[in-house]
């Protein structure tokens, strides 16, 4: 199966952190042949200084590396709410280290030396993944954005009109009048730059943003 990184607008890159320079030489020239752009990596922290966590990636992760391990920087790439795939390739793999590494959100666990065209496969079907996961998480930060802007009692309102209550039900839970409940909502709209009320529900929704 062969999927052109170039299909879609948006431009997603490889990340290749492994301490093998033989390794993250073949690979960049693997991926290269089909014109998928690569940087690479000798270390976490090498990777971790020129991270740009806006930027559509794949990340390619040897488990066993000179100071933080693969899974140490997957740990520090789930703190970061990093959403590109993971893909683990590692020549001392076993069962429990890929469920480990499965089980923490990585998409792959490979071993070395890996097959070439089983390694373009996988990584292809990520870079579409890629695409998605960043406009999701883009989406949410829009959509967080906006809440972010309601103050405490409009929040509270909107709080309950996502648990689908009506104006009269959120004015007798707060103790107030639905007027005052129809004032809060039209200034949520406002506020927020939504269509309707019931596309920012929505949105908080899809994106399960925090109010």
Excluded: N
Aim: glycine share 4%; proline share 4%.
């Amino acid at each position: 199966m062969t999927v052109s990184p170039d299909s879609e607008d948006t431009r997603v890159v490889v990340h290749i952190v492994d301490d093998d320079a033989d390794l993250r030489k073949s690979l960049v020239f693997l991926f290269d042949s089909v014109g998928i752009e690569a940087y690479v990596y000798p270390d976490a922290d090498s990777f971790l200084a020129e991270l740009d966590t806006a930027e559509p990636a794949v990340v390619v992760l040897d488990v066993r590396m000179p100071g933080s391990s693969g899974f140490q920087l997957q740990e520090r790439l789930l703190e970061l709410d990093y959403p590109a795939p993971v893909i683990f390739c590692s020549a001392h793999g076993d069962i429990p280290m890929s469920v480990r590494a499965l089980t923490a959100g990585a998409v792959d666990f490979l071993e070395k030396p890996y097959e070439p065209q089983r390694m373009l496969d996988v990584v292809q079907l990520q870079l579409i993944a890629a695409r998605e996961r960043f406009a999701r998480q883009i989406a949410r930060q829009a959509t967080a954005r906006r809440v972010a802007m309601l103050t405490y009692r409009e929040r509270e309102v909107l709080r309950l009109v996502v648990d689908g209550l009506s104006s009269q039900v959120i004015a007798r839970r707060l103790g107030t009048s639905v007027k005052t409940i129809d004032v809060h909502r039209a200034r949520i709209k406002a506020k927020t730059d939504a269509d309707s009320l019931g596309t920012l529900v929505r949105d908080v929704l899809l994106h399960r943003v925090e109010i």
